[in-house]
T-cell receptor
Framework: QQQVKQSPQSLIVQKGGISIINCAYE??????FPWYQQFPGKGPALLIA?????SEKKEGRFTISFNKSAKQFSLHIMDSQPGDSATYFC?????????????FGQGTTLQVKP | GAGVSQSPSNKVTEKGKDVELRCDPI?????LYWYRQSLGQGLEFLIY????????KSGLPSDRFSAERTGGSVSTLTIQRTQQEDSAVYLC?????????FGPGTRLLVL
């Protein structure tokens, strides 16, 4: 019940295209859903996050779509650029009334071709 | 200000030896987390510190793993009698609120 399942494992997109990464969770107590971006040799960095009281959040070219009834959320990267090539992790946590420890998906390696 | 720093950046050790990994969180952050990232895998929670509260050790994989946080700031993760399966990147994160800020990690290789 603590798992977060992420797909696809890898993704290749042409420059200018849309990258879509999906995650599903089981624990309905989760109330915080961040996406992290990780470049080789670096630690993960927060990209964008959402709480379950909204269905969508957009920051620049990055959008999270959240479906509470399906227990799924996804990251959309519009106008994908070669600089977006990285590994992306979704995560979930019980941010309130708990330790806030993050449960991570397995990661998606994105390659954006010029 | 400075981000989360970790040392050493790389550590090679022999099976059976003890190792200590250090984390310096962002100044003022009361919460500190340790995660482990195995090759090609997601991040696995290990332990959490919050102020003076008892730590959440629920993610530690065995009693060979321990961690402490002195003075509510610097943290040390200790792995005793290292095994080859301990080879991974050990990441530290700190937070003051929901967002966790990660350090660059310590890459541990056990030969």
């Amino acid at each position: 019940q603590q798992q977060v399942k992420q797909s696809p494992q890898s993704l290749i997109v042409q420059k200018g295209g849309i990258s879509i990464i999906n995650c599903a969770y089981e624990n309905t107590a989760f109330d915080y859903f961040p996406w992290y971006q990780q470049f080789p040799g670096k630690g993960p960095a927060l990209l964008i996050a959402i709480r379950p009281d909204v269905s969508e959040k957009k920051e620049g070219r990055f959008t999270i779509s959240f479906n509470k009834s399906a227990k799924q959320f996804s990251l959309h990267i519009m106008d994908s650029q070669p600089g977006d090539s990285a590994t992306y992790f979704c995560a979930a946590s019980k941010a309130t009334g708990n330790t806030g420890k993050l449960i991570f998906g397995q990661g998606t390696t994105l390659q954006v071709k010029p | 200000g400075a981000g989360v720093s970790q040392s050493p950046s790389n550590k090679v050790t022999e099976k059976g030896k003890d190792v200590e990994l250090r984390c310096d969180p962002i100044s003022g952050h009361t919460a500190l987390y340790w995660y482990r990232q195995s090759l090609g895998q997601g991040l696995e929670f290990l332990i959490y510190f919050q102020g003076n509260s008892a730590p959440d050790k629920s993610g530690l994989p065995s009693d060979r793993f321990s961690a402490e946080r002195t003075g509510g700031s610097v943290s040390t993760l200790t792995i005793q009698r290292t095994q080859q399966e301990d080879s991974a990147v050990y990441l530290c994160a700190s937070s003051q609120g929901s967002t966790q800020y990660f350090g660059p990690g310590t890459r541990l290789l056990v030969l």
